[in-house]
């Protein structure tokens, strides 16, 4: 029953980027709302699909790399609903909706869930380090998100010749600021999740410990970098794309080297 | 009862004709009274703006009451203007043309809604409009909305100083913080900063080689004049540099902006290069965060976004005529099923 929830959000996603990417190429482009709504659809499913997962889990659904998958992307969209109108980042949600439209359908087509209500060891410190970590990721996803965005507005306003897109897109400094502060939630969400890891009496694989501190490594580094002005915020857009790709790769890595020290 | 229209406009007559003809405000009252006057006219609305001087009114006797309102144009100014005369339902259609912008210089320019609008108050609020009039123009204002949302005919700036001050909100957002130069005084460089200046940015800067005329420009404006010798010491400082000077080569070079550019910790800047020959070196595009556009880009932005309206004028006018079909019904609902102009 509860995949059907993730099917609906999954198709909500899809909807919203589809009708953006139409009204936008036909002219009919107005305002975010219907992508907003269909946004929000989407979320409301996934939530449903989450609180389904966790009341047989009985624990937060973040056990699995399917449900990890699917937390994360559940993150990404909380994430820009909070944040995106408030900038009014107007198209955020067209670039946000392939993304988590992506990764739902990887979830749901890949054998990830053939073990779909595993037995968990049930550990508050355990769920609040998966939970704000992935939440974390959710930031960088979305500060991967507004990069696109700036290299988009930027090859428009430095080509001299823009297109229909560049009329929708928010000004290029506001993707910058909005670049930066992702960034820095993220960071601050990764180091919370990161401190509540070191409260818990489980092992830890080295490779994992080593991958997570250097993932948030880079992330500090990023936003000093930032902070200093030492790097073009062409670069920096850039650098929060490659980064954000990198640490998606690593996830199932995680994932799975945590599996490994709990069993 | 027909509704009928007579003017002029940028269409049919020359500015020194239009001028002739304008009802300034202070003369309403008594062009409205006057009107009204003329004998089968009984309504009255006075649409004058730079571009049009126009008359709309409610009559049971369209030939005759046309026949006064260009005795009366012609005791009032002396002329023989070239107007022309609209009878329902061309008279309604062109008044939801006119209120949509589809027949305006600038196609699908917004100002024209407003002055609309504003003719409507005014002779609504002297007494001289009534049922059918009233009626009209209500649509004229839902049939304008409904063109403007349903079309791309508002759609992107369509001269220079538009296209500036659009980019420049593609950049910065907000303008009310920034500080805007100008390195050579001339016509097309003070537009683009009455332009900006309209968005609130924060101050403005002049400079010239001779300081003179920057000082006049900067008095007129409101900004600040400074030496041409100067430029360089407050240029980290700007974030839109608008140049039209007449110097021969470009001053604006890749070499002598790179290291004032490293000084403004990222900030971006917007040069407009007004001037032929160029002012800047189209290589400074290449640097981060500087977006540079010569008087063609601009221009073409212009070109490419009436385009845009023009293709849209079909789509409009089919629009339009909905709401024509939507007000005639309405006239034969109020004269019992006779069409507009059938019964005395």
């Known amino acids: ?263 | 009862m027909n509704i009928l229209c007579a003017g002029i406009s940028h269409h049919t007559a020359d500015v020194d004709i239009r001028e002739k003809l304008a009802v300034p405000d202070h003369h309403m009252d008594a062009v409205l009274r006057e009107v009204r006057e003329i004998e089968g006219l009984s309504e009255a609305v006075v649409l004058s703006t730079c571009n049009r001087v126009e008359f709309y009114a409610a009559s049971i006797c369209p030939a005759r009451a046309f026949e006064g309102l260009e005795k009366y144009l012609f005791n009032r100014t002396g002329i023989r203007a070239p107007l022309y005369f609209h009878d329902s339902p061309q008279s309604i259609r062109h008044l939801f043309r006119v209120a949509s912008g589809i027949d305006s210089m600038v196609v699908g320019e917004t100002e024209i809604l407003g002055q609309v609008k504003q003719a409507y108050a005014s002779a609504h609020g002297r007494g001289a409009t009534a049922r059918h009039l009233n009626k009209l123009f209500q649509h004229a204002f839902r049939a304008a909305k409904y063109v403007r949302t349903k079309t791309r005919i508002t759609s992107g700036p369509v001269s220079v100083g538009s296209v500036a001050v659009d980019l420049a909100e593609k950049i910065f957002g907000q303008l009310t913080e920034k500080k805007v130069m100008i390195l050579g005084a001339g016509d097309t460089s003070e537009r683009t900063a009455r332009s900006l200046q309209s968005r609130g940015v924060k101050s403005i800067i002049v400079s010239n080689r001779t300081f003179e005329r920057a000082a006049a420009l900067a008095e007129e404006i409101g900004g600040m004049a400074i030496h041409y010798e100067n430029w360089h010491n407050i240029f980290p400082e700007v974030d839109i540099l608008i140049s039209s000077t007449s110097a021969p080569h470009p001053i604006l070079t890749r070499e002598k902006l790179a290291p004032l550019i490293k000084a403004r910790d990222d900030r971006p800047l917007f040069i407009i290069d007004l001037a032929v020959p160029r002012d800047a070196e189209p290589e400074l595009n290449e640097l981060d965060s500087v977006f540079l556009y010569d008087i063609d880009s601009l221009q073409q932005i212009a070109t490419q976004s009436l385009a845009v309206r023009q293709q849209e004028v079909l789509r409009c006018e089919q629009l339009v005529e909905e709401h024509v079909t939507e007000f005639l019904a309405w006239m034969r609902k109020l004269h019992g099923g006779y069409p507009a102009g059938a019964e005395s």
């Open chain 1, 1 to 263: 029953m509860e995949r059907y929830w993730l099917i609906a959000a999954t198709l909500c996603f899809l909807f919203s980027f589809a009708y953006t990417l139409y009204a936008v190429a036909t002219g009919k482009f107005r305002s975010a709302r219907i992508n907003l709504l269909a946004m929000a659809a989407g979320f409301a499913a996934q939530t449903t699909f989450l609180y389904m997962r966790g009341q047989q889990d009985r624990s937060c659904p973040i056990n699995t790399l399917f449900e990890v998958i699917i937390f994360l992307s559940w993150s990404i969209v909380l994430i820009y609903l909070l944040i995106g109108p408030a900038y009014h980042l107007s198209l955020m949600g067209a670039f946000t909706a392939p993304l988590v439209f992506f990764l739902n359908v990887i979830a749901l087509v890949s054998p990830l869930n053939q073990n779909p209500h595993p037995k968990v060891l049930l550990n508050p410190w355990l769920e609040m380090h998966v939970a704000l970590s992935l939440m974390a990721y959710g930031g960088f996803g979305l500060a991967c998100i507004a990069g696109v965005m700036y290299l988009v507005q930027e090859r428009q306003l430095k080509s001299g010749r823009p297109d229909t897109i560049f009329y929708h897109l928010p000004p290029i400094s506001d993707l910058n600021v909005a670049n930066g502060r992702l960034l820095r939630i993220g960071f601050v969400l990764l180091t919370l999740g990161l401190a509540a890891g070191f409260f818990l009496k489980l092992p830890v694989a080295n490779a994992k410990f080593a991958v997570s501190l250097g993932i948030w490594a880079i992330y500090g580094i990023i936003l000093l970098l930032r902070k200093t002005h030492s790097l073009a915020p062409r670069r920096m857009a850039a650098l929060s794309i490659i980064v954000f790709i990198l640490a998606l790769v690593t996830l199932p890595a995680i994932q799975m080297l945590s599996v490994a020290v709990k069993r």
